[in-house]
């Protein structure tokens, strides 16, 4: 398991420290970086009466990995289903404040929910195939958006999609089975060719390797790691190392707030704040 | 202390060979019970049964005949009450799982949950009053909506538990992808689930298929072959009534027969329930 991280590090960290001098800042505002694509203005949540979330303010630049670490139940899964709106299907739940994405808020009135959604993609900590054959799942989003105009051309999206997610040759010659058929690991990945399919712009990504094995988890990261040229993506993750190996920012979260936000470099060598620093070297949580 | 532990064991011990055995043999009467009527019927029944039998009409008492207009009769009142009972119950549990909250969708499932507790010949009585005696005569068609009424809140009920058995997950991963609640419900949420609406569809018809009493009132009965809707319709429950209230031996075996031929049905489609359930995704 250690092998095959260790031979891939040095790989995934060269590029990554390029765009890791480009964007410095621990504060939300990104000035000297790519542009800003999700912006979060004093964020509150509510599950009823109580609180989750406490005046998070957070801005992630396009094209970036930025990964959201903190102990169980600190909010951090919350938070990420704001940025997609997914906890709307909640009942008895409440939001206030802002959340830009290309400098419209979503949480307007008169958003177009549907719309959000399929800029915003979304893979869950439990890979959530549909009960349909392989080829129906990635072709889902693309059919009820109505993405594609012929048969060879939808054919097309999901080959693509399948391909980016790193399932294509193993499936290919199956596509007509069922999904279900499939090992953990490639359902994960599944998923994510479904998410990838109607080509989203913010792909969210909430603990999507936590139920894996090692080598699906490092087909997983490698994956990351090569949709960041196209995809502004965020992952929840509460494997430490994981944020460390694919992510460029790192956010860590307790209690409801954000406590900080660095470069992952530094916040794995040198926090800013002693609860950080606590968390990370294993003192609580 | 080895002394109390060694007395408590041996209470444990006795205690679940008695509870074990307890539950065994209640299990051995109920299925006892199950299979004597089921032998009783065939043996009581199967002297009487003939290919005649099964597709001739009614003759006087000493001339033989058959119930092949009942079971007609019972196939259309099934077919009728299919197409007004089945689509209105799964839209019902369509709306009791996905889409109604609140105290509505709470007020909806006490009113399908108190309507699966009205004795089937109060809705016979009450599609009396508002069909027959309007339309001045017994149909197939009442008979068809009586047992729709006593289908639907079953119906509903199955469906809303076999929707709430698909995981929340599956409902999140379609919303994600920018599918509206009604893409969700109709394209992911019923076909992962089909195969239990249907058992479910199929447990109402073996249910109302031996229904008698909304039928005296309803459908009444006839000696006939006949699909007009809007005329009466025999039926094979309530053939079976007739006959074995009359005082002729000769019905009195025709009834069993006939008895013989619905259990025979119902078991028929209990089976394709079966068949149904194993063939899951």
């Known amino acids: 398991m250690s092998g095959v991280m260790m031979t891939k590090l040095p790989v995934q960290t060269a590029p990554k420290i390029e765009v890791r001098e480009r964007q410095q800042p621990t ?17 509150n949540f509510f599950y009823g009466r109580s609180q989750a979330l406490h005046n998070i303010s957070i801005e992630i630049p396009e094209r970036i990995v930025m990964a959201f670490i903190g102990p169980s139940g600190c909010g951090k899964s919350t938070f990420l289903r704001t940025l997609n709106r997914m906890n709307d299907v909640i009942p ?185 620093e606590d968390y990370i070297t294993g003192r609580f949580g | 202390m080895t002394e109390i532990t060694k007395s408590s064991d041996q209470v444990r011990r006795l205690t679940s060979a008695v509870m074990t055995s307890l539950t065994a043999l209640c299990t051995l009467l109920a299925i006892g019970i199950l299979l004597v009527i089921l032998t009783y019927i065939a043996w009581q029944g199967i002297g009487s049964l003939s290919l005649r039998f099964l597709i001739d009409s009614p003759h006087p008492v000493g001339e033989g005949g058959g119930i092949g207009n009942a079971i007609l009769g019972s196939v259309v009142l099934l077919a009728l009450s299919s197409a007004f009972g089945l689509p209105i119950g799964i839209a019902v549990g369509i709306y009791l799982s996905e889409v109604g909250k609140g105290r509505l969708a709470g007020a909806v499932r006490f009113l399908v949950d108190t309507l699966t507790g009205i004795p089937s010949i109060v809705t016979g009585v009450f599609v009396y ?89 309803t459908a009444f009965g006839s000696r006939f072959f006949s699909t007009y809707l809007d005329r009466p319709i025999a039926s094979l429950t309530v053939q079976i009534y007739n006959y074995a209230i009359s005082p002729y031996d000769d019905w009195h075996a025709q009834a069993w027969a006939a008895t013989l031929v619905l259990m025979t049905l119902i078991l028929g489609i209990n089976i394709i329930v079966r068949f149904l359930t194993r063939k899951r995704f």
């Open chain 1, 92 to 276: 008895a739940t409440r939001v206030e404040g802002k959340v830009l994405i290309d400098d419209r808020d979503i949480y307007a009135a008169g958003t177009d929910v549907v719309a959000l959604r399929r800029r915003v993609g979304m893979v869950f900590q439990k890979s959530n195939p549909f009960p349909k054959s392989i080829f129906d799942n990635v072709a889902y989003g693309l059919r009820i958006n109505r993405l594609t105009g012929s048969s060879s051309e939808l054919a097309g999206r999901v080959e693509e999609a399948l391909k980016d997610a790193a399932l294509w040759s193993e499936v290919k010659d199956r596509l007509k089975t069922s999904a279900l058929s499939l090992s953990g690991g490639q359902q994960q990945r599944l998923c994510i060719a479904r998410a990838l399919a109607i080509r989203p712009e913010v792909l969210l990504m909430d603990e999507p390797a936590s139920a894996l094995d090692p080598i699906a988890t490092s087909k997983i990261e490698e994956l990351i790691f090569d949709l960041k040229k196209q995809y502004t993506i965020i992952i929840v993750t509460h494997n430490m190392q994981q944020a460390a190996r694919v992510s460029d920012t790192t956010a860590f979260f307790l209690l409801g707030k954000l406590i900080e936000v660095n470069p992952t470099e530094k916040m794995f060598t040198a926090p800013n704040e002693k609860l950080t």
């Open chain 2, 129 to 217: 009053a508002i069909l027959v005696l309007p339309m001045k005569q017994f149909s197939a068609f009442a008979g068809g909506v009586a047992l729709a009424l006593i289908m639907i809140p079953i119906v509903a009920r199955t469906t809303e538990e076999m929707l709430r058995l698909v995981p929340h997950s599956l409902r999140e991963g379609a919303l994600a992808l920018g599918a509206p609640q009604w893409r969700v419900t109709m394209g992911v949420i019923l076909p992962a689930t089909a195969s239990g609406i249907a058992t479910g569809a199929m447990l109402a018809i073996a249910r109302v298929s031996g229904e008698t009493a909304p039928l005296l009132f």
């Open chain 1, 27 to 43: 504060t939300p505002s990104q000035t000297d970086s790519g542009k800003t694509k999700v912006a979060v203005r004093d964020l």
